[in-house]
């Protein structure tokens, strides 16, 4: 998602802070604890390093995304469709997060971001593995860091140019119910992968932001969501961080609409397949909630 203060901040834990821990019980499990979740709202990367990118570790990096997405359409086994209409919403407010993997020479977090192998592709397997499932999803693809460069705006700004996004979306499409903001942590391997079944998996975090009214219909979608994944996939979500506006933005984008939220999938040194495996996962519980509620 964000990034740090300086790399000496690294694993600066954020503070006491409630989270919803994963879970199959009905009522909220929570619990004080220190996260080591760095304080990623505090730094912003400087404009002139976002819009220099770094050589790739592969030439073919959109063939390589392009080979885990989903087939296109309707898969035979669904029973269920949208009939073309979408919605399910996908953004990418910090769009050029990107992983180690796929960059040459560097092995520093700081420096994952790139403008072609980054979040994006993810959101793109997202939305292609809805599809399949039958609920109709606009992915969104916008590059916010390049806006923010022709509008001689700084990184800070991004949440301003992403919610011009979605309140444009949702002026133009009433039917969109879901909004989702695709990040990707910060945090290293061992705190952003899950092995289930003898696979890897890059595990999620949900965000939620405090810093409206409304916020605790964000946090009851959340949790419906965060539940799902608990009973279907354990341990795949990390939980739900609730933060302010002393911790960041505080509202991100989540007064928009009850059912919006930020999802961080992976972290910097996840690969293309641990993330493909988790968007199949996040596809078959967004696509149970959406029908299930639909009933």
């Known amino acids: 998602m ?11 834990p954020l503070g006491e802070t409630d ?13 004080n604890i220190q996260l080591e979740q760095p304080d990623r709202d505090e730094f912003q990367p400087a404009m ?3 819009l220099k990118d770094r050589e790739l570790a592969f030439k073919n990096i959109d063939a390589i995304f392009e080979s885990m997405k989903s087939p296109k359409g ?20 910090h769009n050029r997060e990107s992983f180690l993997p796929y ?9 994952a971001y790139h403008s072609k192998a980054n979040i994006t ?31 001689e705006l700084n990184y800070n700004s991004s949440y301003n140019l992403s919610e011009e996004l979605v309140r444009s979306a949702r002026a133009e499409n009433k039917d969109f119910d879901i909004f989702l903001d695709l990040h990707r942590d910060s945090l290293r391997k061992d705190s952003t992968t899950l092995e289930m079944n003898g696979e890897n998996y890059a595990r999620l975090l949900f965000v939620v932001g405090t810093g409206h009214e409304e916020f605790m219909k964000n946090l009851s979608f959340t949790e419906g969501l965060h539940k799902l994944l608990a009973t279907q996939y354990p341990g795949l979500s990390k939980g739900i961080l609730k933060k302010d506006s002393s911790q960041g933005n505080g509202v991100y984008n989540q007064d928009i609409s009850p059912n919006s939220v930020i999802v961080e999938i992976g972290g910097v040194d996840n690969t293309v397949e641990e993330l493909h495996r988790t968007t199949e996962a996040l596809a078959d519980v967004l696509s149970d909630y959406y029908w299930h509620r639909e009933k």
Request: aromatic share 4%.
């Open 121 to 151: 592709l993810v959101g793109e397997m997202l939305g292609r593995a809805l599809e399949r499932r039958g609920v109709g999803t606009k992915v969104d693809s916008t590059d916010i860091v390049q806006e923010l460069s022709l509008r």
């Open 103 to 111: 960059l040459k020479g560097t092995d520093k977090p700081e420096d």
């Open 2 to 12: 964000e990034t740090l203060k300086d790399s000496s901040d690294f694993l600066k």
């Open 74 to 93: 309707i898969t035979k086994d669904s029973i269920h469709s949208t009939f073309g209409r979408d919605v399910i919403y996908i953004y990418h407010t």
């Open 48 to 50: 002139k390093d976002l």
């Open 19 to 31: 989270v919803t821990l994963k879970g199959t019980s009905n009522e909220k499990e929570k619990i």
